[in-house]
């Protein structure tokens, strides 16, 4: 996937939007949203880190993360991922789920039950495919890891309770279905979602 020119997708995005004033309005004081595709040899160590922090506080997810890893430090990620440190691994604050998914997703990637041309495909369906075939990895982590580390321009989590309630709420301020506003942003449904959350966590900052 070619480098993402942010600038001429937010002005193609707010193009887009000039028919629909609220959101206009939302995606032009947000300004552009960057993602930016990550290295393949940083694929395990995202994949863990989204697992690993799943249904935690910010806090505790990065408290958690620094244990793995200063565990990890002579072993590397990769080496302290196996059957051998369980123990250490739940001695770090991870559930035995967590441990459980975290092998599993190190068995795959050195195994290639992951398929390495993850890495060049375009195709969200098949990059989701390979994910969710791994025990404790679901669709919201495989469409966090299409956003945030391919950096897939297209994708929209429903299952994502923030974007859900904002895009509800848009919806209605709007006066349109949310069908229609998530057709009106194709083919930037990420960059979309990019400004969802920047309001959403904007609003939760008011309420602190």
């Not at 989204?50 to 993360?65: C, D, H, P």
């Not at 770090?92 to 990637?109: E, F, M, Q």
Request: negative net charge; hydrophobic residues 40%.
């Amino acid at each position: 996937m070619a480098k993402q020119d942010s600038k001429k997708i937010h002005a193609d995005l707010l193009n887009k939007l000039v028919a629909y004033p609220v959101l206009h309005a939302m995606v032009s004081n947000n300004g552009p949203q960057h993602i930016e595709k990550q290295p393949q040899e940083q694929f395990l160590t995202y994949l863990s880190r989204a697992v690993a922090g799943q249904q935690l506080s910010v806090t505790a997810a990065k408290t958690i993360w620094q244990r793995v890893e200063a565990q990890s430090l002579d072993l590397g990620l990769s080496g302290l991922l196996v059957e051998e440190h369980y123990d250490t691994l739940r001695g770090c604050g991870l559930s035995n789920a967590k441990v459980k998914t975290l092998l599993g997703i190190n068995h795959a990637l050195k195994e290639g039950i992951i398929c390495p041309s993850v890495h060049q495909s375009h195709d969200a369906q098949f990059i989701t495919e390979q994910l969710v075939q791994l025990w404790g990895v679901g669709q919201w982590t495989a469409e966090m890891a299409l956003m945030f580390f391919f950096a897939h321009p297209d994708v929209w989590s429903d299952g994502d309770l923030a974007l859900k309630r904002g895009l509800n709420r848009m919806a209605e301020q709007q006066g349109v279905s949310r069908e229609e506003i998530l057709q009106s942003v194709t083919p930037y449904r990420t960059y979309f979602a990019l400004h969802v959350w920047e309001v959403m966590d904007a609003e939760l900052m008011k309420e602190d």
